[in-house]
C-alpha cells in the first residue's frame, strides 16, 4: 500500500516537472511552426499540424529523449519551392494536398533509407556543408521576410533579383507596418536587456497581438495573419499525380531532415539517456511524415534551437 502511494506521488512529481517546460517548449515551437508555413507558401495550420503529430510519432519511435520535431528552416524553404512550383502549374491545387503529397515522400524514402540500413551515412556528412546550407538559407529567409517587415509586396523570382526588387519598392514602404516592425524588436531588445531570463520573443508577440486587439492594426494598412481554422484537421490524401515533378524536393528534405535531427539529437545527449541508433531514428523520422502527411502536415524534422529549448 505505502508502496504504491509512495509511486503515485513520484510519478505526480514528475508529471509536474515535465509539465512546465513541456507548456515553455511549446509556446516557442508552436508560434515558430506557424510562422515556417507562412514561409512554405502554406496555410498556418499545416506548420500547426508539423508541430503535433509528428513529434508524438517520433516520441514513440525514436531513440532520442530530447530532441524536438516538428519542422525546421531549411525545410520550410525546401518546401516553399516545391510547392510553389506545385501551385504554379496548377494554380486550383489545394496547398494542403501538395503539403500532404510531399510529406508522404519524405517519410516513404526516410523508410526506404532504414530498410537500406543507410544510418551510417550520417557520419560522412560534414559540418561546414550543413553550416554553409544554414547560412545561405538565413539569406534566403532574410530577403523572404523584408518585405513583410517593411509592408511591401514583390514578385520572387530568385534571391538576387528579390534583392533588386525590394530596393525598387522599398519608396512604397508602409510606415505603420516598419513602426510595428521596429517596436517588436525594441521589445524583444528591452527584454532581454533587463530581463535576460524572459521569453523576448514570446512576449513580442503577446504585445503584438495586444496592440492588434486594441488599435486595430489591421484597419491601418497593417497585415496580420488572420483567423486560423478551428476544429481537427480534414483528412489529407496525396496526389500521385505530384510524385514526379515533387521527388527531388522530397529527397533534399529527407536528407535535411535526416541530418539535423541526428546532429541535434547527438549534441544535446546526456550520459545517463539510451544510445542514439540512425537507423531507428531514420524509421521514426519516416513514419512521422507519413503520418502527418494525412491530416496535411508540413514536412517534419528534428531542430536545434527548439532541441536546446
Known sequence: MEEGITRQRDWRKAFTADLIPGLTTSAVVVPKALAYATIAQLPVQAGLFAA???????????????LSVSTTTPIAILCATAIGEALRN????????AAATLSVLVGLMLIAARVLRMGFLANFISEPVLTGFKAGVGFVIVVDQVPKLLGIHIHKEGFFRDVLSIFTHAPELSWNTLAVALGTFAVIYLAKRFMPKSPAPLLAVAVGIAASAIVGLETAGVSVVGSIQGGFPLPQLPQPGLFEAMWPAAAGI??????????????????ADPPLDANRDLFALGAANAAGAFIGSMPAGGGTSQTAV
Open 52 to 66: 503535433l503529430v509528428p513529434m508524438v510519432v517520433y516520441a514513440v519511435l525514436g531513440s532520442s529523449r530530447l
Open 254 to 271: 529527407a536528407l535535411i531532415s535526416f541530418t539535423e535531427s541526428i546532429a541535434a539529437a547527438r549534441a544535446f545527449v546526456r550520459p
Open 90 to 97: 496548377d494554380p486550383g491545387l489545394d496547398p494542403l494536398t
